[in-house]
Nanobody, 122 residues
């Protein structure tokens, strides 16, 4: 079992930055791909970024490339999502997830956090 707790969401103006954190407990998260997903009202959950493997290979959605960065602190069992140049369309609930399948498919993730709200005002 893996428990995931996100933090760091909030209200920010367009152009601002936020850093989300996801603290994992249970099995060490280095055994899993760790991903960030988001879901806006009325929309499906979508992939944002993921990190996998001992080398920490990273994957990003097109909208996240150049603005978002996923990283991890193995000693703290924590994965981060640094989000810069935020836009109003980034407003969503952001979820952290752990899984052993494809790093970009929500259905391949086994464990999910409760989510943290990110609101970007224009």
């Amino acid at each position: 079992q893996v428990q995931l707790v996100e933090s760091g969401g909030g209200l920010v103006q367009a152009g601002g930055s936020l850093r989300l954190s996801c603290a994992a407990s249970g099995r060490t998260f280095s055994s899993y791909a760790m991903g960030w997903f988001r879901q806006a009202p009325g929309k499906e959950r979508e992939f944002v970024a993921a990190r996998r493997g001992s080398r920490g290979s990273t994957y990003y959605a097109d909208f996240a490339k150049g603005r978002f960065t996923i990283s991890a602190d193995n000693a703290k069992n924590t994965v981060y999502l640094q989000m810069n140049s935020l836009k109003a369309e980034d407003t969503a609930v952001y979820y952290c997830a752990a899984g052993s399948g494809s790093p970009t498919r929500p259905g391949d993730y086994d464990y999910w956090g409760q989510g943290t709200q990110v609101t970007v005002s224009s």
